[in-house]
T-cell receptor, first 115, second 114 residues
Framework: EPEVTQTPSHQVTQMGQEVILRCVPI?????FYWYRQILGQKVEFLVS????????KSEIFDDQFSVERPDGSNFTLKIRSTKLEDSAMYFC?????????????FGNGTRLTVT | SQKIEQNSEALNIQEGKTATLTCNYT??????LQWYRQDPGRGPVFLLL?????KEKRKERLKVTFDTTLKQSLFHITASQPADSATYLC?????????????FGSGTRLLVRP
């Protein structure tokens, strides 16, 4: 069964550094998402992306965050200047459609640790 | 604004029993409600989806109900097994326009004792 893949599985970075988290969504999906989960907390929506532009973003997704689909297969999340509170699991997801009737397919996440 | 509420206390049951998990929301009824399973250190995995005009949906040992009057969905696992132990998340589409913004509840942890 096709799956969403994320790399790296674990990223350690120093505060103030830039990180790029990478995702390969399912190939025939057109809608892409990033979520994050701070340890012990809920899965939080960050951003949705379609047709090479952001569809919707949450208040967490400030100017330090950006997303890009640099080619036909990758979808990236960049954090420009990491803070300690950015430490979390970051999940990429994709879906065939963009209605509430379309399930999201998640990757297994990148654990980001900011020191 | 719309809130999703799931019981934050873990549900601890004996193998073979039926587990029932609750998801309540506060405002408008969504057109769809989804349930996911999450294992520690892994991404959520889609289980079932129910539409607002459906009262009940089944898949193998899983059953979901959706009561728009009570603003509640119940998720049942019959003949539970230790392998069903995980956190179960309900999710609603909260987008206000043509975009898609699936928002998750905080989840309920299920522990099935052998």
């Amino acid at each position: 069964e096709p799956e969403v893949t994320q790399t790296p599985s674990h990223q350690v970075t120093q505060m103030g550094q830039e990180v790029i988290l990478r995702c390969v969504p399912i190939s025939n999906h057109l809608y892409f998402y990033w979520y994050r989960q701070i340890l012990g907390q809920k899965v939080e929506f960050l951003v949705s992306f379609y047709n090479n532009e952001i569809s919707e973003k949450s208040e967490i997704f400030d100017d330090q965050f950006s997303v890009e689909r640099p080619d036909g297969s990758n979808f990236t999340l960049k954090i420009r200047s990491t803070k300690l509170e950015d430490s979390a699991m970051y999940f990429c997801a994709s879906s065939e459609d963009r209605s509430g009737g379309s399930p999201l397919h998640f990757g297994n996440g990148t654990r980001l640790t900011v020191t | 604004s719309q809130k999703i509420e799931q019981n934050s206390e873990a549900l601890n049951i004996q193998e073979g029993k039926t587990a029932t998990l609750t998801c309540n929301y506060t405002n408008y009824s969504p057109a769809y409600l989804q349930w996911y399973r999450q294992d520690p250190g892994r991404g959520p995995v889609f289980l079932l989806l129910i539409r607002e005009n459906e009262k009940e949906k089944r898949k193998e040992r899983l059953k979901v109900t959706f009561d728009t009057t009570l603003k509640q969905s119940l998720f049942h696992i019959t003949a539970s097994q230790p392998a069903d132990s995980a956190t179960y998340l309900c999710a609603l589409d909260m987008s206000m326009d043509s975009s898609y913004k699936l928002i998750f509840g905080s989840g309920t942890r299920l522990l099935v004792r052998p």
